[in-house]
């Protein structure tokens, strides 16, 4: 499975922004879907998760109410609508699938839930 992530860039506070992350390869189902970002120098943070359904989702605290996880399954993709943004939300945003059966809900918070990594994309939101 290949995960291509865009729709970074350079935004001002305040700013919105739309991440995309399209899912590709052979046969393969995703359970759940998920956004982490990274800044230089510290761990992967959770951002959002959204099951196969879309009937659950989940968030960092940092991002509630500002982000939005969303999903297009006939088209292997995924979302995330950035509102508000502020600088303490620039970073790399790396999305993940997971493919494997279990480990659903809260455990979608962690990184080691998933099974498939983009290669990131870069959000930086100027002051």
């Known amino acids: 499975v290949q995960l291509q992530a865009s729709g970074g860039g350079l935004v001002q506070a305040g700013g919105s922004l739309k991440l995309s992350c399209a899912a590709s390869?052979?046969?393969?189902?995703?359970?759940?879907w998920g956004w982490f970002r990274q800044t230089p120098g510290k761990e992967r943070d959770f951002v959002a998760a959204?099951?196969?359904?879309?009937?659950?989702?989940y968030y960092g605290d940092s991002v509630k109410g500002r982000f939005t996880i969303s999903r297009d399954n006939a088209k292997n993709t995924m979302y995330l609508q950035m509102n508000i943004l502020n600088p303490e939300d620039t970073a790399v945003y790396y999305c993940?699938?997971?493919?494997?059966?279990?480990?659903?809900?809260?455990?979608?918070?962690?990184?080691?839930?998933?099974?498939?990594w983009g290669q990131g994309t870069l959000v930086t939101v100027s002051s």
């Open positions: 390869g052979r046969s393969f189902s995703v359970y759940a």
């Open positions: 993940a699938a997971k493919t494997s059966v279990g480990a659903l809900g809260g455990w979608l918070r962690y990184s080691v839930s998933y099974d498939w």
């Open positions: 959204i099951s196969w359904s879309g009937d659950n989702t």
